[in-house]
């Protein structure tokens, strides 16, 4: 399974993922799930990935090469902006399932993948959006800054409590790492390494991209000061007044 979060700030985008994949308990591995095009000056794109790893390794693959999109074939590098760019992602996805879905099917497997693409190109504002396994896509709003794919329940209600379109990137990057540490408490197939990337507003390229594993010495403080603040502001939280008295 994969965790893979985008925030979508008024000074940029957020964007975090993990690194697992398992096909049961005794075969796991670590594969990027973040891939990153780029022109600085120009754009910057990043695209995050959920679902199955063959399809979704065969999706990148097939933007790398070119995608025919309105007749011309186009990759993330050369799309006139971020519309477009989404569209592309969708198209590469109905490409592989075209070519691999009935197969699939008659293995019993489904074709499982999402994505996250976030970004700016000349010209136009920075815009994040989720592409589905059938090729539409959203896009994320200032009401709803925020996008998530693959295991999203365990780290989405800090998302929804703490978030606003107005959150600085330094707090953004907090509230994703909070995020992440919930899912990874909660759910074993979610795993380290994890990568995350900056692209901020206006910028035209990655302002900042960290691969974070167990020794990151923010990232653990992070995990031990939030587990902390729970507890105590848990205790902190007076008895309900319809407890039986004498109850402990």
């Given at each position: 399974?994969?965790?893979?979060?985008?925030?979508?700030?008024?000074?940029?985008?957020?964007?975090?993922?993990?690194?697992?994949?398992?096909?049961?308990?005794?075969?796991?591995?670590?594969?990027?799930?973040?891939?990153?095009?780029?022109?600085?000056?120009?754009?910057?794109?990043?695209?995050?990935?959920?679902?199955?790893?063959?399809?979704?390794?065969?999706?990148?693959?097939?933007?790398?090469?070119?995608?025919?999109?309105?007749?011309?074939?186009?990759?993330?590098?050369?799309?006139?902006?971020?519309?477009?760019?989404?569209?592309?992602?969708?198209?590469?996805?109905?490409?592989?399932?075209?070519?691999?879905?009935?197969?699939?099917?008659?293995?019993?497997?489904?074709?499982?993948?999402?994505?996250?693409?976030?970004?700016?190109?000349?010209?136009?504002?920075?815009?994040?959006?989720?592409?589905?396994?059938?090729?539409?896509?959203?896009?994320?709003?200032?009401?709803?800054?925020?996008?998530?794919?693959?295991?999203?329940?365990?780290?989405?209600?800090?998302?929804?409590?703490?978030?606003?379109?107005?959150t600085r990137l330094s707090d953004g990057?907090?509230?994703?790492?909070?995020?992440?540490?919930?899912?990874?408490?909660?759910?074993?197939?979610?795993?380290?390494?994890?990568?995350?990337?900056?692209?901020?507003?206006?910028?035209?390229?990655?302002?900042?991209?960290?691969?974070?594993?167990?020794?990151?010495?923010?990232?653990?403080?992070?995990?031990?000061?939030?587990?902390?603040?729970?507890?105590?502001?848990?205790?902190?939280?007076?008895?309900?007044?319809?407890?039986?008295?004498?109850?402990?």
């Amino acid at each position: 399974m994969t965790y893979c979060v985008g925030l979508h700030l008024r000074d940029g985008l957020v964007l975090l993922a993990d690194t697992r994949t398992n096909a049961g308990v005794d075969h796991i591995s670590t594969f990027g799930k973040m891939h990153v095009a780029e022109v600085p000056g120009e754009r910057a794109l990043a695209l995050l990935s959920a679902g199955n790893l063959a399809i979704t390794q065969a999706v990148v693959a097939r933007l790398q090469e070119g995608v025919w999109l309105d007749g011309i074939v186009r990759t993330l590098l050369d799309v006139d902006n971020m519309f477009h760019a989404a569209q592309l992602v969708g198209a590469a996805v109905r490409e592989v399932f075209a070519r691999d879905g009935q197969a699939l099917a008659n293995q019993g497997v489904g074709f499982d993948c999402s994505f996250l693409l976030g970004g700016q190109i000349t010209g136009g504002a920075a815009r994040l959006y989720l592409v589905y396994s059938a090729g539409n896509f959203i896009e994320a709003t200032e009401d709803t800054p925020f996008l998530q794919i693959g295991e999203v329940k365990y780290g989405k209600p800090m998302l929804d409590r703490a978030l606003s379109f107005d959150t600085r990137l330094s707090d953004g990057v907090k509230l994703v790492l909070v995020s992440m540490d919930s899912t990874l408490r909660s759910n074993l197939t979610v795993g380290m390494p994890i990568d995350l990337a900056l692209i901020g507003t206006d910028a035209l390229r990655v302002t900042l991209r960290r691969r974070i594993t167990e020794e990151d010495d923010y990232f653990r403080s992070v995990r031990e000061r939030w587990a902390a603040g729970l507890r105590e502001v848990y205790l902190q939280l007076p008895p309900p007044d319809w407890m039986p008295e004498g109850t402990a």
